[in-house]
């Protein structure tokens, strides 16, 4: 199960930034819903993934030790799910403001795909299959 969520969180990962950028280049409605909810449903794949990953779970044990270590059981401890959320926040107030027409709802789109890039782990495969 472990191994399906992690390839599924990975491949809806590029949906979310190719719906990122349609939402940035047209910032609308119909381009912000589908990048507001496909965010979603990859904050929700990445709750299931955090249950079942054997990483996370022992970092979670250790988490004192975790969080005085740079390295890769901390980003995903500590960063990596934060940046999720924070970017989840702002797609879904782009949304809002882009359902009532206003003009800052391309800021908040750019904002919520910064965030993002700030938070894929970049140094992980970029295609799982």
Known sequence: MY???LVLHSLVRWLVLLFG???LLRPGPRPGAFFAHTLTLQVLLGLALAFASPLFQGALAALGQVMRTPGEARYFVAEHWVGGVVAL????AGLSQARKGKPRARLLFALALLVLALSIPWFRPLLRL
Do not use: N
Request: negative net charge.
């Open 3 to 5: 191994e399906a969520l």
């Open 21 to 23: 950028l349609w939402a």
């Open 89 to 92: 926040g702002l797609a879904h």
